[in-house]
Every structure is written in C-alpha cells, then in structure tokens.
C-alpha cells in the first residue's frame, strides 16, 4: 500500500515549468520536481540566473532549459510556453513563482511602487495561466501552481501593496480552477510562510525593517521565528518544493490556497 501511495507522488517524464525560478523558492521548486522526475524549464528575468537552476536541475539526470521572460509581457510569455514546449515537450505542469516585493509603509508607498507589484505579482500570474491553460486544454490535463503568500492570507503591515497582490493571487487562482476543472486542469495556490530569502533577510528585509531597540538583523530574525511561528523554525525552498510536487500530483485538489507556514496562519 505505502508504494502504490508512493507511485503518485512520482513524476516521471513529465515536463515542468518554474517562473522566477533562478534563486530561492523558485531554485527550490525546480530541483524537487527534478528529484520526482520531471523535465524542468527555468525560466527568470536573468538568463544567467535562470542557467544556474538548469544546470542544477541537470545534476539530477533530469533535462533541463533555461529561459528569460518578462511576466508581465503577453508577448514575452507567449514566448516561453513556445520555446518550453519546442525543447521539452508538452507542458504538465507549470509553477507561477516569477514575483518581487518592496517594503514600504503606507506613508512611504508611491503610485509606481504600488503599479510594479501588481505588475508583475498579480498581472504576471494572469498572463502565464492564460497561456499555460491555452497550452494544456487541447490534452485535457495540467496542473497549475501559483505561488502567492501567507501575506495574502494575512495583512502585514509595510507590505499593503504586496498583500494586496497576494490576496489577488488567491481570488485569481480559485476562479480559475472553477473554470477549467471539467478541463483536466488543476490549479492551486501555495503560500509560503516566513522562509530566509530576500523578503525576510538582509538589510532590505522585514527582519532588519521590525527590529526591535539594539537588536541585530539576525536577532530580530530568531525573535520572529519564535514569536509568529508555533513550530519556531522558518521554512525552507525545499519545504515549497515539497508542497508543489504534492499539488502537481494531486488529482482532485484543486482551487486551494495551502499554507506552508509552520502553523502561522491557524
């Protein structure tokens, strides 16, 4: 019984596709759909950046592209479901990860700001679902994965604009599954919780933003860890990765927004 369970959550000769996939949780996404066997496209602003996830990606045996794209380009992302397709074979399964982030109070926040996170955080996700569903209906199947936030979960302040585009993320993602679910198409939302990238370290990051008296950047983060989290650790790239090839298996989930947040949002 345990390996029948197993077998499903394999993915073998499947091809993939991650935006924003050069670094951080898109890295992460990438190399656990490698490890389940699919066939990975990586695709990033960068080519460079792109390359090092695909040359990872190729240590596990697996094939591997990498690509550029601009999400919030029709053109540019008509694009990559082109070239992804022509290297690697139909699309199976595509992750919308390409996203950024400011860290701005209210008072702080300008129209621009405001305009570039909705860009490329909400009108991106659009625009490579419409393509990916455009790609996928005619074989009836395909899993969409959209990774929005636990802030799109729950508000945080200094980040109004980036919450707004991750609650956006999830209304998005369960419309669309109610619309294509009689296609053989799942897609589904993924919120990671507080994971040591760029939203959370270094000196631009949330840690350093919410320290409290003398404390360190490091400090602040240890305190966070404990104060939000019931199981007191952060999350990894490897814990996203995880989820999503849970979702790229998964054959009558659909419509959901999952939490990988070590208990934050209970």
Known sequence: MTCERGKHMRLDDKTALVTGGGRGIGRGIALALAEAGADVAVADISQSIAEETASLVRETGRRSIALTVDVTSSESVTALIESAEADLGPL????????????????????????????????????????????????????????????????LPDLTHYSASKFAVIGFTNALAKEVGSQGITVNALCPGIVGTGMWRGESGLAARWKQGDETEEESWARHQQTLLPQGVAQTPEDMGQAVVYLASAEHVTGQAMAVDGGFSL
């Open 92 to 155: 199976d399964i595509a992750v919308n990860n390409a996203g950024v982030i400011s860290i701005q109070s209210i008072d702080e926040l300008t129209e621009a700001d405001w305009d570039r996170i909705m860009a490329v955080n909400a009108k991106g996700v659009f625009l490579c679902a419409q393509a990916e569903v455009a790609a996928m209906r005619p074989r009836g199947h395909g899993r969409i994965v959209n990774i929005a936030s636990i802030a799109g979960k729950v508000g």
